[in-house]
């Protein structure tokens, strides 16, 4: 069974642009979490997904918005980027009630 | 908000010793409390989980333990070996059910094995 998968692996952007993340579940997950890693801050919820429906949402700013389709698969977007925003984005599938399986995330550097 | 604080942020243990990691909860709703490992570079993968109606659990080398009543649960690794180098997480949920998803990580901790 292949694993979670997301695209792309590296992105390089400046201040003020916006951008796009992709993950495709594991088949057969119907949740994707998302969560933003940062030295010294670990992994920070951003927000999950299941059957299309934003269903649990973290503290991060409104410019942090996501959406799944229905596939499954989920896109991640963030708008007006900030130096802050630099990070490893990771994406999570499970069952919805069950272990979550990590991607191996996307790794976004703001300049 | 559930709130998870993770101890110590760095160990460093010698190969063969014991190596104990400690985390507290705030949510007293939370039921499900999942232990990642990640590697240099790599994933987060789920090396152990325990839910709230079970106060001890062991694989192998590892094992954690849960103390509803202190909300605070640990990783215990015995005999530890250089492929036990990596950062820690520990994660707490309160989904009813115990789903894991919206789990709430701690800062990490990484271990360092010492030859």
């Known amino acids: 069974k292949a694993g979670v998968t997301q695209t792309p692996r590296y992105l390089i952007k400046t201040r003020g642009q916006q951008v796009t993340l992709s993950c495709s579940p594991i088949?057969?997950?119907?949740?994707v979490s998302w969560y933003q890693q940062t030295p010294g801050q670990g992994l920070q919820f951003l927000f999950e997904y299941f059957s299309e429906t934003q269903r649990n949402k973290g503290n991060f700013p409104g410019r942090f918005s996501g959406r799944q389709f229905s596939n499954s698969r989920s896109e991640m977007n963030v708008s007006t980027l900030e130096l802050g925003d630099s990070a490893l984005y990771l994406c999570?599938?499970?069952?919805?009630?069950?272990?979550?399986?990590f991607g191996n995330g996307t790794r976004l550097t703001v300049t | 908000g559930e709130n998870v604080e993770q101890h110590p942020s760095t160990l460093s243990v010698q190969e063969g010793d014991s190596a104990v990691i400690k985390c507290t909860y705030s949510d007293s709703a939370s039921n499900y409390f999942p232990w990642y490992k990640q590697e240099l570079g790599k994933r987060p993968q789920l090396i152990i989980d325990i839910r709230s109606n079970v106060g001890e659990k062991k694989d192998q080398r590892i094992a954690v333990t849960l103390n509803k009543t202190a909300k605070h649960f640990s990783l215990h690794i015995t005999e530890t070996q250089p492929e036990d180098s990596a950062v820690y997480f520990c994660a707490a949920s309160s989904r009813p059910g115990g789903g894991a998803d919206g789990l709430t990580f701690g800062k990490g901790t990484h271990l360092i094995i010492q030859p």
């Open positions: 088949s057969g997950h119907r949740s």
């Open positions: 999570a599938s499970s069952l919805g009630s069950g272990p979550l399986h």
